[in-house]
């Protein structure tokens, strides 16, 4: 597996310990790069599909690209993820942000800090399933976790998504579920 330091946005496969192949896609800030700058790198993993077909061939009309765009111009690659069972990822998923998910995270992590651009400091963060999972995977304990934001993420299913000020949600999540 072979990342090219000179291509802004890549995609590719990144296997994990129980031989999943999760589906990733990685924007390098080619010019910090080129010049020899190692990098952070900021990680979001979703089941919401990374990734969809493009109208037209480029980077820029990826759905991830304004993303990109930004922590690619703040000096960071970034990093996004299909979770297993979702999007191309291969596997199954047999529960919301299950310990292998989370496993899978952790992975990710040591992955993207093992690349030679990488100066091996990794943040993550994500909006409600993204942020759970952000949240989860620091409790790993993994060396190169250096910042978690959990964006609007809920800690309180029951209170915060079905009944928010008390008020049933039931028809809303019925479909969703």
Request: aromatic share 12%.
């Amino acid at each position: 597996m072979v990342l090219d330091p000179n291509r802004r946005l890549q995609s590719l496969y990144v296997p994990v310990g129980d031989g999943v192949r999760l589906a990733v896609d990685v924007w390098l800030p080619v010019e910090r790069v080129a010049a020899g700058e190692a990098v952070g790198a900021v990680v979001r993993t979703t089941r919401y599909y990374r990734a969809a077909e493009p109208a037209r061939v480029g980077p820029e009309f990826d759905a991830n690209w304004a993303e990109g765009e930004l922590w690619n111009a703040a000096g960071f690659a970034f990093v996004v993820a299909d979770v297993r069972g979702t999007g191309a990822s291969f596997g199954v998923r047999t529960s919301e942000l299950g310990e292998r998910e989370i496993a899978d995270f952790g992975e990710l992590i040591d992955w993207v800090a093992a690349w030679p651009w990488s100066n091996g400091r990794v943040g993550v963060y994500g909006t409600s399933y993204e942020g759970q999972a952000a949240e989860l995977v620091a409790r790993l304990g993994n060396p190169h976790l250096v910042a978690v934001a959990a964006l609007f993420s809920p800690n309180d299913p029951y209170r915060q998504l079905f009944y928010p000020g008390g008020a049933a949600t039931a028809r809303r999540f019925a479909r969703w579920m």
